[in-house]
């Protein structure tokens, strides 16, 4: 398939886990990308794998929360490829924490990430865009930005921020053709998570389609979201997450009731 022939695109987080997955199926897929990451061991070992299987790609060490290494993750994409159409924000961290637990510095450490990274990324990224005549955004949430999961308060705060961030960029950003959207992963197996064995039955059993999902799963949704098929989609977040934001009370057999059937 060749869906991105042609295209640049920047992935923030490339190094691992979902950014990886992300980065590799649009190489696969014909885009040229930047793989960008704190991680630069991680990117570079993506690069690596794109390049043995005949993709073009080129690794970048990028600090997204600060302002000078994201202008430089952009020059790189242009000194390479040209300029960035694309951009998936994936980096990110996490924290888990009850919330009377929870020191200051680990909020201000979500949002210097999550928040002030994707919008500094963003803002550099539809800059060039512009000049383009239009572009790609794709920025990542979380379930908990939605929903209030226990101990996940400095985290949910900044995934929400995302939320709200992305409404507002895709409506000042629509006058310039750039459409910006929000993934909002339910759990996803990747090789960073250490979920123990609570957890897990939590999971398995919250969400309709019982299973983790894979970085697979979500790369999928993301290069729809940045192909020309999803072109009338903007603002919008889209959950991949098994079925988890979607479920009310869940019972095995619904028909049997004992109040009034009809
Ligand atoms: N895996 C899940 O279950 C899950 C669930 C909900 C949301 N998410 C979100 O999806 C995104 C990807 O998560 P993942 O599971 O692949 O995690 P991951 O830890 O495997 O990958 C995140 C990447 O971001 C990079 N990163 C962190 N801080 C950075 C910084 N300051 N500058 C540049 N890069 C930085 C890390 O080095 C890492 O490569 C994150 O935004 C995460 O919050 C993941």
Redesign the pocket.
Known sequence: MSRFKGKVAVV??G?????AATATRLATEGAAVVVA???EA?ARGVTGKIAAAGGRAAACH????VPEQVEAMFELARREFGPAGILIN?????AQRYFLDTPLETLAAMYD??VK?TFLCAQAGARGMIKLGGGRIVN?S??SGLLGSSGRAAYAASKGGVIALTRVMAIDLAQHGITVNVIA????A?P??KHNEERREAWLKAVPLARYGT?EDVAGAALFLVSDDASYITGQTISVDGGFTAAGLRVKNPNDYDGVKR
Do not use: E, M
């Open positions: 923030t987080g190094g691992n886990g979902i950014g990451d704190i991680d991680g990028v600090d997204i929360r994936t980096a990110g961290v996490g990430v999550n990274g990542f979380s379930h992963p339910g759990p996803i990747v960073r998570q970085a």
